[in-house]
């Protein structure tokens, strides 16, 4: 029987592209000479007051022209309420933007990305859309900057099906296309409507949540990872069913000396690979992810490569040149034991999925 259409809600495909592009914003336009991008928030009365709204919009355009070159360096997980685990990613590629007369922000972009569904096992799409935000930022009494990009309206986005993995719906996808399609949509408008908060304190951190986080609050997440010398990447929970892999990046790691801090702990499968692969490799294998319905080797070996074992904490610091690179979560069977057979639409494959609560931090090698 063909489950009817949820109603999803689907997690950053701007919040988390935009990140880098808000902490680029207030490093270079809120500092103004002085050593704490925060210092605006010294004067939080006259910032904050409604009347000052145009000086607001006016401090937050200076640093707007790096929004569309961070967006398309970062992915945004996807997941399915009520379940936080996330089910795929959208890796945007091509944005546009634009400031609007009335200080809004216009953003189109496009992308391609993979998701899980029972029904279909791993599908792949392409996705456009355009979205107008209404931004503004206030400072909390602590001087932490609460940029806002509240949403003002969305285009119908353009979600399209590139592969579904299971055989039989593959044979029938005349019948699913238009549910899986309808499904795409809800995923990509539900995010889109909800906006997003980015939160830079005064020691220059960032964070970040979906929709408008009231002003003090803090969001929460699987790990709260601290470290003075660390910048959390990402601290999320992902599920990669059986036979499937999930891409974690593009992270940025700047300068020597460096490392990339992983912090993991698995349920469910009795282990999962991680692996650590560079952009441009990470890219090649991803591509073969998206093309394929089943999954293969990745395109080239990964520079590291390690496995996460059922309720055992995981923690490693892997030392890095500068670079950009993809962490892999993998669980596909070990080398020389064949993946599940596939079986009919309505029959069920074999799944044991890992799920992966994990935190990604860059700091200094030890």
Same mark, same amino acid.
């Given at each position: 029987?063909?489950?009817?259409?949820?109603?999803?809600?689907?997690?950053?495909? @701007?919040?988390?592209?935009?990140?880098?592009?808000?902490?680029?914003?207030?490093?270079?336009?809120? %500092?103004?000479?002085?050593?704490?991008?925060?210092?605006?928030?010294?004067?939080?009365?006259?910032?904050?007051?409604?009347?000052?709204?145009?000086?607001?919009?006016?401090?937050?355009?200076?640093?707007?022209?790096?929004?569309?070159?961070?967006? +398309?360096?970062?992915?945004?997980?996807?997941?399915?309420?009520?379940?936080?685990?996330?089910?795929?990613?959208?890796?945007?590629?091509?944005?546009?933007?634009?400031?609007?007369?009335?200080?809004?922000?216009?953003?189109?972009?496009?992308?391609?990305?993979?998701?899980? +569904?029972?029904?279909?096992?791993?599908? +792949?799409?392409?996705?456009?859309?355009?979205?107008?935000?209404?931004?503004?930022?206030?400072?909390?009494?602590?001087?932490?900057?609460?940029?806002?990009?509240?949403?003002?309206?969305?285009?119908?986005?353009?979600?399209?099906? %590139?592969?579904?993995?299971?055989?039989?719906?593959?044979?029938?996808?005349?019948?699913?296309?238009?549910?899986?399609?309808?499904?795409?949509?809800?995923?990509?408008?539900?995010?889109?409507?909800?906006?997003?908060?980015?939160?830079?304190?005064?020691?220059?951190?960032?964070?970040?949540?979906?929709?408008? @986080? &009231? @002003?003090?609050?803090?969001?929460?997440? &699987?790990?709260? %990872?601290?470290?003075?010398?660390?910048?959390?990447?990402?601290?999320?929970?992902?599920?990669?069913?059986?036979?499937?892999?999930?891409?974690?990046?593009?992270?940025?790691?700047?300068?020597?000396?460096?490392?990339?801090?992983?912090?993991?702990?698995?349920?469910?499968? &009795?282990?999962?690979?991680?692996?650590?692969?560079?952009?441009?490799?990470?890219? %090649?294998? @991803?591509?073969?992810?998206?093309?394929?319905? +089943?999954?293969?080797?990745?395109?080239?070996?990964?520079?590291?490569?390690?496995?996460?074992?059922?309720?055992?904490?995981?923690?490693?610091?892997?030392?890095?040149?500068?670079?950009?690179?993809?962490?892999?979560?993998?669980?596909?069977?070990?080398?020389?034991?064949?993946?599940?057979?596939?079986? &009919?639409?309505?029959?069920?494959?074999?799944?044991?999925?890992?799920?992966?609560?994990?935190?990604?931090?860059?700091?200094?090698?030890?």
């Amino acid at each position: 029987m063909l489950v009817p259409p949820m109603r999803p809600r689907a997690s950053a495909i @701007l919040p988390f592209c935009t990140v880098l592009c808000a902490v680029s914003l207030f490093s270079l336009t809120l %500092a103004s000479g002085a050593c704490s991008p925060n210092a605006v928030c010294k004067l939080a009365g006259p910032i904050n007051d409604p009347s000052n709204r145009k000086l607001r919009r006016d401090i937050m355009s200076l640093g707007l022209g790096q929004f569309c070159e961070q967006m +398309t360096t970062r992915n945004a997980p996807l997941t399915l309420a009520p379940d936080p685990s996330v089910i795929g990613r959208f890796f945007p590629q091509h944005c546009s933007q634009q400031v609007l007369d009335n200080g809004d922000l216009w953003v189109h972009f496009d992308g391609f990305g993979y998701a899980w +569904t029972s029904l279909s096992r791993k599908v +792949t799409f392409t996705s456009a859309a355009t979205i107008q935000y209404n931004q503004d930022f206030k400072c909390a009494d602590d001087n932490a900057i609460y940029a806002y990009f509240d949403t003002r309206s969305v285009s119908p986005p353009d979600f399209r099906l %590139a592969q579904i993995e299971q055989p039989g719906a593959s044979l029938v996808q005349n019948w699913i296309a238009p549910y899986a399609d309808n499904f795409g949509q809800q995923m990509v408008k539900g995010e889109l409507g909800q906006g997003f908060t980015v939160i830079q304190d005064t020691g220059g951190s960032t964070d970040f949540t979906v929709g408008h @986080l &009231p @002003l003090g609050q803090r969001p929460s997440h &699987p790990y709260q %990872a601290h470290g003075s010398s660390r910048v959390t990447y990402e601290s999320l929970r992902t599920t990669v069913h059986s036979s499937e892999r999930d891409f974690i990046g593009p992270i940025k790691v700047d300068g020597s000396g460096r490392a990339l801090y992983l912090q993991m702990h698995l349920e469910g499968a &009795p282990t999962a690979n991680v692996f650590i692969v560079p952009k441009a490799e990470g890219d %090649a294998s @991803l591509q073969l992810y998206f093309q394929y319905g +089943t999954v293969g080797p990745l395109a080239y070996p990964p520079r590291f490569s390690d496995v996460v074992t059922l309720g055992v904490e995981y923690q490693r610091a892997v030392p890095i040149p500068a670079g950009m690179y993809y962490v892999v979560l993998d669980n596909t069977p070990p080398p020389g034991q064949p993946a599940p057979a596939a079986v &009919p639409l309505f029959g069920v494959v074999a799944d044991t999925p890992a799920m992966v609560n994990y935190a990604i931090q860059i700091g200094d090698a030890p």
